[in-house]
């Protein structure tokens, strides 16, 4: 059954309607959108300062590894707890750095590497957001590396923020070698 048209300029009409009430949505929506959604800042990107081996057996005041201890105070960030509990035979020994002008707090992770080359993508994940978790406590980022300073997985954190963001980087080798950020 065929209708009739009563107005061929009708169709017209409502098409520039629906295009009008489209543009005022979209314009309310971008102009009423909460501005701290577009304006959170970006986790910063991990620091690609060289690890320093040697600060492990010629330590520097500033830096503290696995083997400072303070007689006085709880030594920070504190991660023998995590160490003793849960990571002896992964996690060797690391150096923490307190923040510069140039860089916020870091501390390099330094692990075993043939039990990390053991563990699954999800063990090492969650072995860098556990360590990173507790680093994060005491304001400092983690980068994780094997003893040919390798490095091998990032949790970096934009501390401005409250809760601070953070995110967790892994490199992974595919099958013929070749090393890929995830």
């Known amino acids: 059954m065929h209708i009739p048209k009563l107005c061929d300029a009708c169709g017209g009409l409502r098409q520039r309607q629906t295009s009008f009430s489209l543009l005022l949505t979209i314009s309310l929506t971008t102009l009423l959108a909460p501005p701290s959604l577009a304006q959170t800042p970006p986790i910063p990107s991990p620091s690609n300062a060289p690890l320093e081996l040697d600060l492990l ?75 990173g978790s507790t680093a994060r406590n005491f304001g400092y980022n983690v980068r994780v590396f094997n003893y040919q300073k390798e490095p091998l997985a990032t949790y970096t954190c934009n501390f401005s923020t409250s809760p601070a963001l953070c995110s967790i980087q892994t490199n992974v080798k595919n099958k013929i070698g070749l090393q890929r950020l995830l």
């Open 57 to 131: 057996t010629k330590p520097k005041d500033y830096v503290i590894t696995a083997n400072t201890i303070n007689p006085e105070r709880l030594t920070v960030p504190s991660l023998w707890w995590a160490q003793q509990n849960s990571e002896r035979k992964l996690l060797d020994n690391w150096i923490a750095y307190p923040a510069s002008e140039q860089e916020p707090a870091r501390v390099d992770l330094i692990v075993n590497q043939q039990i990390w080359s053991l563990l699954e993508y999800v063990e090492r994940y969650d072995f860098v957001n556990r360590l």
